[in-house]
């Protein structure tokens, strides 16, 4: 039986890049443990970079200009200095396998989904549906919990089409939201990456209390596409998923922890993740290094706070046409990189204030209290190895 110093289960966006940041010089061995077929083209991740990360190179595509509409009206805003950038999961897995393969004292066992974990003194013995077995004495899991969500907490479940065809203008801005009247609460908008002439990922996006269908989610889409003229275009990659918009709250016990979403990494109010571990992974990978424990994922309580409160103020907005309101709202009145930094979970104190003048006051105040009399509610999370 193989004794490793660490077991990383999953390929996602954290593990990944606490690998990339410790195969140069972590002197101890590592196990991943992931049961797609590597590379996998199964997801993108976008955001503005406001630092450089080890994926840089990876970039399908970088934007300067963002738009948001609703009701036939568009807000264009834009940064040279924060660009928004679009990475594709294969091209970040790519470079991953190929850093991880200097490690010849490393395992990957891929295409191998972990089915049983025990604790035997002072490490973990992981089970493989291989049949294989390994023990490991750290392990850090970024598998998706089972969460059950309260009010104001919600589901961003989404279904994208990456297109290709003519009439799809390369030089247009990204459009972060253009928001879709229907009676589905909270809110639903379609989201487009001009990925370059002839070609575009166009994803439809839902906020709502319960996770839907995402066969139903994908055939809204595709009315929406042929509403368009887009229906005969070529579709040459699909994705989807569901996140949970809510502070998952970090565990690490017994050297078992949450990474990534999964360990509360995404932040609450908008899905933005990769930047965010790009930060804690520099942080932990410098703990591991050292020879100290590793750093759990954490968050900012008043970014928390924040984004709960926001959250609240949607569900005042439920009724049809009216729940993109406070997105225009705040991109029009919001300098683009005080929005793009408060976006990215690094506000300054200057942008916060930015985006509190923004909003409404007394719609904002009156959901700042329903929410703090709901702070002990919320999320309620299954243990990872239960």
């Not at 590597?38 to 840089?56: E, I």
């Amino acid at each position: 039986m193989k004794h490793f110093d660490l077991a990383l289960i999953g390929f996602g966006a954290a593990t990944m890049s606490l690998a990339v940041r410790l195969a140069a010089r972590y002197p101890g061995r590592i196990a991943i443990i992931e049961p797609r077929q590597l590379p996998s083209d199964d997801r993108t991740w976008c955001g503005w970079r406001l630092v450089d990360h080890p994926f840089v190179d990876q970039a399908t595509q970088i934007w300067t200009r963002w738009a948001v509409s609703h009701g036939g009206r568009e807000i264009i805003r834009g940064s040279d200095q924060t660009p928004y950038e679009m990475l594709r999961a294969s091209a970040v897995q790519a470079q991953a396998l190929d850093v991880i393969g200097t490690r010849q004292d490393w395992s990957l066992f891929a295409g191998s989904a972990l089915q049983a974990a025990e604790r035997h003194d002072s490490a973990w013995s992981l089970t493989l549906d291989s049949g294989e077995t390994l023990t490991a004495t750290r392990v850090m899991d970024s598998r998706p919990p089972a969460l059950a969500l309260d009010r104001p907490w919600v589901w961003q479940s989404f279904v994208g089409r990456e297109l290709t065809g003519p009439g799809l203008a390369g030089e247009s801005p990204v459009r972060l939201m253009d928001f879709v009247d229907d009676t589905t609460p909270l809110l639903t908008f379609v989201y487009e990456l001009p990925i370059g002439p002839g070609h575009r990922l166009i994803e439809l996006t839902r906020f709502a209390p319960q996770r839907p269908s995402l066969s139903e989610l994908g055939g809204q889409l595709d009315r929406i596409l042929a509403d368009r003229g887009l229906a005969a275009h070529t579709v040459v990659r699909e994705e989807s998923s569901h996140l949970p918009m809510a502070p998952i709250p970090s565990y690490d016990q017994e050297g078992w922890m949450r990474v990534g979403t999964a360990g509360g990494s995404m932040r609450p109010a908008t899905g933005y993740t990769f930047h965010d571990i790009q930060r804690w992974a520099d942080v932990c990978a410098e703990a591991l290094v050292a020879g100290q424990a590793p750093r759990a994922p954490s968050r900012r309580s008043l970014m928390d706070w924040l984004d709960g409160v926001f959250l609240e103020s949607l569900w005042r907005h439920r009724p049809v046409g009216a729940a993109g309101e406070p997105f225009v709202r705040l991109f029009d009145r919001t300098p683009p990189e005080s929005m793009a930094r408060f976006l990215m979970s690094r506000p300054q104190l200057a942008d916060i204030g930015h985006i509190l003048r923004a909003l409404p006051p007394t719609p904002m105040l009156k959901a700042a209290m329903r929410h703090s009399c709901r702070r002990n509610r919320g999320v309620r999370i299954d243990s990872p190895t239960g």
